[in-house]
């Protein structure tokens, strides 16, 4: 059974940082592109960063948080995480992970994180 | 950037009459159109993919159609476990992925 299990939400002021993890089961991790979607409060999805599953250093992100967020992923450990710095207020939102097909859907998802900027 | 636009933004449907949702796209994504449901306080579940494919378990009564730019999902004989809110993506052009702002479908 696949399994995607966020962890690292929490409480940071503006201008601050946070990492984000995911820990993923049940398939060959290495074989998949994961990426990383948000849902602020009461919004829509935003799609935010897709990293390869067979090029590590093979990363996309959204004009939002480029400069200001990592992807990285450890196939060994079959996790992927998201740096983020320089948080702002409109950060504040639940955060997802999800593997992509080799057709670009994304099928599993975890259950998300909760990040919250605020003074 | 792709727009994905969703309409209507909430659909009040009696249970067991069907729905129909649209979802139009700023440019052509070809089929690469999927559609998720979100439940309140879950994440969301992939639906459609292909325009027109159902994920495993997907019940048949969950149809998605359309191709280039205009796209639906229709729902027919709607059960109690189907209001929520739909989301449809497009991953046409990677990575530069982008979803509708969804459709809120709820009870008559």
């Known amino acids: 059974e696949v399994q995607l299990v966020e962890s690292g939400g929490g409480l940071v002021k503006p201008g601050g940082s946070l990492r984000l993890s995911c820990a993923a089961s049940?398939?060959?991790?290495?074989?998949?592109?994961m990426v990383w979607v948000r849902q602020a409060p009461g919004k829509g999805l935003e799609w935010l960063s897709v990293?390869?599953?067979?090029?590590?250093?093979?990363?996309r992100y959204a004009d939002s948080v480029k400069g200001r967020f990592t992807i990285s992923r450890d196939n060994a450990k079959s996790s992927v995480s998201l740096h983020m710095n320089s948080l702002r207020a409109e950060d504040t939102a639940i955060y997802y992970c999800?593997?992509?097909?080799?057709?670009?859907?994304?099928?599993?998802w975890g259950l998300g994180t909760l990040v919250t900027v605020s003074s | 950037e792709i727009v994905m636009t969703q309409s209507p933004a909430t659909l009040s449907v009696y249970p067991g009459e069907r729905a129909t949702l649209s979802c139009r796209a700023s440019?052509?994504?070809?089929?690469?159109l999927a559609w998720y449901q979100q439940n309140p306080g879950q994440a969301p579940r992939l639906l459609i993919y292909?325009?027109?494919n159902r994920a495993p378990g997907v019940p048949a009564r969950f149809n998605g159609s359309g191709s280039g730019t205009e796209f639906t999902l229709t729902i027919s004989s709607l059960q109690s476990e189907d209001f929520a809110v739909y989301y449809c993506?497009?991953?046409?052009?990677?990575?530069?992925?982008?979803f509708g702002q969804g459709t809120r479908l709820q009870i008559k």
């Open positions: 999800a593997r992509e097909t080799h057709e670009g859907d994304f099928d599993y």
């Open positions: 049940g398939f060959t991790f290495s074989l998949y592109s």
């Open positions: 990293i390869s599953g067979r090029d590590e250093s093979e990363t």
């Open positions: 440019q052509s994504v070809h089929s690469k």
């Open positions: 292909g325009a027109s």
């Open positions: 993506h497009q991953y046409g052009y990677w990575p530069l992925y982008t």
